[in-house]
């Protein structure tokens, strides 16, 4: 049996009064996730809409705690770290992960990168040791697949696409998934969303379809 950690991100609902403000990252992260569980149906599904629910954002009082050795921690120590505890810990258990994120302003939303700064944290997701030179730091979570959909106004952030220098969003993914003990990393994208037209139509369509064969592929295959 695996275990299945989905993580929204878009501040958008994924039905709203009216469809074109519906989240469109959200309802296709949403078709791999109804396709999976149609296929194994007795997972475990872990689940947390960030963007309707962000964690907070770490403070000067998070990163001393971090840096205080376990049995020196306070309670209220304690008390600051207990979302990060919980975050890392459905990581840790998770071996697949579904992010869905819109791209704000060529990034991520404020709310997933909050998210990550919660669960990328020394000693329970990675280690640091200068003995290894200029690359100290080093994953101690593996064997992860990540899954990532994303939606974006435009279009072209593809490697080698017209506006690849400006994906600020799918490089920093991946850079961050190796903390998360990912190994394997599959990506969907829809575009086009500003321009409206049969691009646009077209894209979201086709991030469904890959949505739904990525999910009996992998379900299919784990």
Not at 43 to 63: A, C, K, L, S
Not at 99 to 119: C, E, H, R
Request: overall charge neutral.
């Amino acid at each position: 049996m695996s275990t299945v950690l989905h993580i929204d991100s878009s501040v958008r609902a994924i039905d709203n009064p009216n469809p074109k403000h519906n989240s469109i990252s959200k309802n296709v992260a949403l078709k791999f996730i109804n396709t999976w569980r149609q296929i194994r149906h007795t997972d475990e599904y872990i689940y947390r809409d960030v963007g309707m629910n962000p964690p907070g954002f770490i403070t000067q009082e998070w990163i001393g705690a971090v840096f205080t050795p376990d049995e020196k921690r306070t309670s209220a120590q304690k008390e600051i770290l207990a979302l990060s505890d919980r975050l890392i810990a459905e990581v840790a258990k998770a071996d697949i992960i579904v992010i869905s994120t819109p791209m704000y302003n060529y990034g991520m939303p404020a709310q997933l990168k909050s998210w990550f700064d919660q669960v990328v944290r020394i000693n329970k997701t990675f280690d640091f040791d200068l003995a290894r030179g200029d690359f100290p730091l080093r994953p101690l979570l593996s064997g992860k697949v990540l899954v990532t959909v994303t939606s974006s106004g435009e279009f072209g952030f593809e490697k080698g696409g017209i506006r690849e220098c400006s994906n600020h969003l799918q490089p920093h993914m991946r850079t961050l998934s190796k903390y998360l003990g990912v190994e394997k990393i599959y990506e969907i994208a829809a575009e086009y969303q500003e321009f409206a037209d049969e691009r646009h139509r077209m894209s979201v369509s086709n991030a469904n379809k890959r949505a739904h064969s990525l999910a009996t592929e992998l379900a299919n295959s784990v």
